[in-house]
């Protein structure tokens, strides 16, 4: 059978298995504790910002918003004028991406094109007129990342 005792608290001077009387305890035999080391702040790395994570799912959603303002304002009926502005779009995304997002970036932007403004009926095909707005887009995406690049090397050069 155990017995339970009252806990004991730290400092009772009244008990005699006190090494040393309180006013004469030294603390220099004691270990010390170091002090935390601390480390500054992690920076991301130049061009690691939470844009070029972001670009696909906010480009992906331009998309979308473009297309119901072109459905909303009857412009789907004229297909080079939507693909000159996806275009536009998808140059845009594209230069805030990272490289390797670009072709998916693209094709997101021509699901949308194709889908909605093309076949009107969220059907994706791939006659001649959906291969020239896929080549289209996936170009203008290819322009907008090496634009981008090229400015990022510019920055580069100059600052360092």
Known sequence: MATLHRPATSYRPHHPYLPYAPHTRRTSH????APPRTRPAHRAPPG????????LPLGALG????VTALMLTGQTAHAAVALAVFALLTVAVSS????AVVPV?????WMFYDGFVLNQRSDLA??????TGLLVLVLAGVMGAGCAAAVRAVRRHSAG
Do not use: E, N
Request: aromatic share 4%; hydrophobic share 50%; no cysteine.
């Open 48 to 55: 690691h910002t939470l844009t070029r994570d972001l670009a």
């Open 63 to 66: 998309a979308a918003l473009l």
């Open 105 to 109: 970036v693209a094709l997101v932007s």
């Open 126 to 131: 791939f006659q001649p007129q959906d291969r």
């Open 30 to 33: 004691l270990p010390r504790a």
């Open 96 to 99: 805030l991406a990272r490289p």
